[in-house]
């Protein structure tokens, strides 16, 4: 397995603004997974972007990678309170190696 | 409505006693995986399961163990606890690398 690196590590943006965190990886990818952990809770899934894929949607979240720069961002429009959270990418290797690996996440808090 | 669970939500515990921290899914998935996870930090994988009677270990060396005599339940076991062992545990299954996963709320446990 190996891991992504978010970045920033964290991000403070006032509600109705848009939040953009981005995830390094280093080697080749078959998908990478964007996951939210609200405090003191469990992960979830956000959205799944596979290595043949530049971009997807998903209501208010926009995700997208490049492979040749082995990044990928995601960003969340029209912030709202409720998206206060770390957010984790997750790359899953191109052999398919089970068991993911997180990073430190990027700390997202939306201000009132 | 499928889901993970883990019981118990908190646990408060003496050094020395034996613990087991429970997981059950309803989503019938063959992966199920054991995650530790320290407030504000990366988590690390411990335990994994392909299927019925497979563990395998993690990342991350633990004094921990692992069962998966039924599908739907996947176990860990602390023989001994000590303060160390003071951490969130995250359980979750999956389908597989090239699926999400989907994570129970986590178990938070205090070794005093």
């Known amino acids: 397995s190996q891991q992504g690196e978010e970045d920033p590590q964290a991000l403070s943006i006032q509600e109705g603004e848009n939040a953009t965190m981005n995830c390094s990886y280093k080697t080749s990818i078959n998908n990478l997974q964007w996951y939210r952990q609200n405090s003191g809770r469990g992960l979830v899934h956000l959205i799944l972007?596979?290595?043949?894929?530049r971009e997807k949607h998903s209501g208010r979240l926009r995700v997208t990678l490049d492979t040749s720069k082995k990044s990928s961002s995601l960003l969340i429009t029209a912030s709202r309170a409720a998206d206060t959270a770390s957010y984790f990418c997750a790359p899953t290797l191109e052999g398919g190696a089970d068991g993911l690996t997180f990073g430190k996440g990027t700390h997202l808090i939306i201000q009132p | 409505e499928a889901d993970i669970y883990q019981t118990p939500r908190y646990l408060v515990i003496g050094t020395g006693k034996k613990i087991t921290l429970e997981c059950s899914q309803t989503m019938g998935h063959d992966k199920m995986y054991w995650y530790q996870q320290d407030p504000g930090m990366e988590l690390h994988l411990i335990h994994y399961s392909y299927g019925v009677n497979s563990t395998e270990k993690g990342d991350l060396s633990s004094e921990s163990t692992v069962s998966r005599i039924r599908t739907e339940h996947f176990p860990l076991t602390l023989e001994s606890a000590r303060p160390s062992h003071t951490s969130q545990y995250l359980c979750?299954?999956?389908?597989?690398?090239?699926?999400?996963?989907?994570f129970g709320s986590g178990t938070r446990l205090t070794v005093v």
């Open positions: 979750a299954s999956s389908n597989g690398p090239f699926y999400g996963y989907t």
């Open positions: 972007i596979r290595s043949n894929e």
